[in-house]
């Protein structure tokens, strides 16, 4: 059983930046093989971003150039950047891996 915790959500302004972390309990594959995801109102649940054990990024259209996934394996935490907000990023982030998923941590962009 693997533990996914996120968090670092908030309320920010449009065009602001907020740094989520997910730290995985035990699982060393976890945390390198590590997806964001994240639920907006009103639309299911959508993959955000990719990193693969060999420290490639994927990430989606709708935040390409403004989010970046990154990991710490010595702190077994993945983080997910995101730059330049906007009002359409509101939503609960989820980090998961493999069937594993977090609880979720809310991102507000309002002014």
């Known amino acids: 059983q693997v533990q996914l915790v996120e968090s670092g959500g908030g309320l920010v302004q449009p065009g602001g930046s907020l740094r989520l972390s997910c730290v995985a309990s035990?699982?060393?594959?976890?945390?390198?093989?590590m997806r964001w995801y994240r639920q907006t109102p009103g639309k299911q649940r959508e993959w955000v971003a990719s990193i693969d054990p060999n420290g490639s990024t994927i990430s989606a259209d709708s935040v390409k150039g403004r989010f970046t996934i990154s990991r710490d394996s010595a702190k077994n935490t993945a983080y997910l950047q995101m730059n330049s907000l906007k009002l359409e990023d509101t939503g609960v982030y989820y980090c998961?891996?493999?069937?594993?998923w977090g609880q979720g941590t809310q991102v507000t962009v309002s002014s």
């Open positions: 998961n891996c493999l069937e594993f």
């Open positions: 035990t699982s060393f594959f976890c945390i390198r093989n």
